[in-house]
């Protein structure tokens, strides 16, 4: 059974950072493209970064230069480091596992908050 558990969301001021993580099992974690999504309210879910299995990753311009994606594979755990956070980073943000084997999966998701 493929799971994807995200964790870290919370509440952080403008300018702070947060760390998210996604603990992955059920399928082999090192073969699949990873990334993360999120979707605000009232808007349509957008990716925001991914990472392939060659580690090449790709950001939304949104994010360029603030959030790093980063994988580790001994511990089936893909992170979405946050920093300089922006009242528009609010969203659920949902994990994200590509592959031939198992398709494409979704985590539950996790609330990030910006606000003062």
């Known amino acids: 059974q493929v799971q994807l558990v995200e964790s870290g969301g919370g509440l952080v001021q403008p300018g702070g950072f947060l760390r998210l993580s996604c603990r992955a099992s059920g399928f082999t974690f090192s073969s699949a493209i990873m990334s993360w999504h999120r979707q605000a309210p009232g808007k349509e879910r957008e990716l925001v970064a991914v990472?392939?299995?060659?580690?090449?990753?790709h950001y939304a311009d949104s994010v360029k230069g603030r959030f790093t994606i980063s994988r580790d594979n001994a511990k089936n755990t893909v992170y979405l480091q946050m920093k300089n956070m922006k009242p528009e980073d609010t969203a659920v943000y949902y994990c994200?596992?590509?592959?031939?084997?198992?398709?494409?999966?979704w985590g539950q998701g996790t609330q990030v908050t910006v606000s003062s």
């Open positions: 990472m392939g299995t060659g580690d090449t990753t």
């Open positions: 994200n596992a590509l592959s031939e084997r198992i398709g494409r999966q």
